[in-house]
């Protein structure tokens, strides 16, 4: 099959390349769109996703978003009653930092310096009590690492709007980003004095399992993820075009296979009327499809991986398992896409080898 499949590709190098360069630039095409349908959705939502929380717990009809949900700063006892572990209090809101003429963006998000995680990593993912995050005493404002790209600097002071209130850039830490704005955390009772509203927070973070508390609606932390707007829309998007690159890459693959065997008809005759058996054809058919497919995913691979350098920061992210995902979906659809030749590979009629007509 070795043999038949490589004198083949070797007698038709160009008609190959060719191939291979087509797979490549529909295998491109997808793992870029993988890259940027990972890399939107985590700028939307990988601020949540650190939250060290089971679930979180909203007011009731804000449809689980977190800057405009609205609940006492005394539910947490309820809650704590109601089945969960521990209930911790947080803010949230969209702000600007003011630094001079420079204004940055973020998601503000006031953390408790007195409860349950005190003392938890802020944007740590976990839930065990641990060191305070590199640079942050509990004061201050602890900004992620991409307010830093933005021109912010360790120590400096900004003047947060709306409010008005002065802050010290007390530290730097993997926080994530929120709607493509980095998160930035302050300590509860500053967010409160921002917002003016000294009694009020903007959901908890549970661990466990909450029970119905009138007013309130909790969701786990994935259902949360995925009931941001931008996340929804942009990943929605990306998925769709992805999905339709899939089926273009195994109806043209396919298609080009299917042309290629009509081609060889003849020479597939010769070689059913020599005797060769429909399993070495097959076999040596598969074998052009998967070097084909394997060189144009390898070449395709390597240049989306080289893209992400220029593409901008916080929208593109291929990770190896995404890419090898990808790459054996399209291996897959490619291969069912070829099946029609298959087909006509097991029925080729060795009377052709004498001149007869199909």
Do not use: C
């Not at 021109?151 to 926080?175: I, N, S, Y």
């Not at 990770?319 to 990808?326: R, Y």
């Amino acid at each position: 099959m070795w043999f038949l499949a490589w004198r083949e590709i070797r007698h038709s190098r160009v008609r190959f390349g060719l191939l291979a360069t087509l797979v490549a630039l529909v295998a491109y095409l997808v793992f870029v769109m993988t890259g940027l349908a990972v890399g939107l959705g985590e700028a939307s939502v990988s601020g949540l996703r650190h939250l060290p929380a089971d679930q979180l717990v909203f007011a009731n009809n804000v449809q689980r978003s977190l800057d405009r949900s609205d609940l006492p700063a005394d539910l947490g006892g309820r809650l704590t009653a109601a089945g969960a572990r521990s209930a911790t209090p947080v803010g949230f809101s969209m702000a600007n930092l003011a630094a001079g003429d420079d204004v940055v963006s973020v998601g503000l998000l006031g953390w408790p310096t007195t409860g349950p995680m005190t003392g938890s990593t802020p944007g740590g993912g976990g839930h065990q009590a641990s060191k305070a995050a590199p640079g942050w005493d509990g004061t201050g404002l602890l900004l992620d690492r991409s307010a830093a790209d933005k021109g912010l600097k360790l120590g400096q002071t900004v003047r947060v709007q709306p409010g008005g209130v002065e802050l010290t850039v007390t530290g730097f830490a993997d926080l994530g980003t929120y709607s493509h704005t980095p998160m930035a955390y302050v300590p509860l009772s500053t967010w409160q004095q921002i917002r003016r509203t000294p009694d009020r927070v903007s959901a908890y973070l549970v661990e466990g399992h909450v029970g119905a508390v009138p007013g309130t609606e909790a969701v786990d932390k994935e259902t949360a993820i995925t009931s941001v707007p931008s996340y929804v829309a942009e990943t929605g998007t990306v998925g769709l075009i992805r999905s339709f690159l899939y089926a273009g890459a195994a109806l043209l693959i396919g298609t080009v296979f299917w042309i290629l065997t009509l081609q060889k008809e003849g020479s597939l005759a010769v070689l059913r009327a020599t005797g060769a058996r429909r399993g070495l054809l097959l076999g040596s058919y598969l074998m052009e499809v998967l070097a084909t497919l394997g060189a144009g995913v390898a070449v395709s691979g390597a240049l989306a991986f080289g893209s992400a350098a220029l593409l901008p920061a916080g929208v593109f992210l291929l990770t190896v398992g995404d890419t090898l995902t990808a790459a054996g979906l399209l291996t897959v659809l490619a291969l069912a896409g070829s099946l029609v030749s298959m087909r006509r590979l097991l029925t080729v009629d060795p009377l052709l080898s004498l001149g007869r007509s199909a």
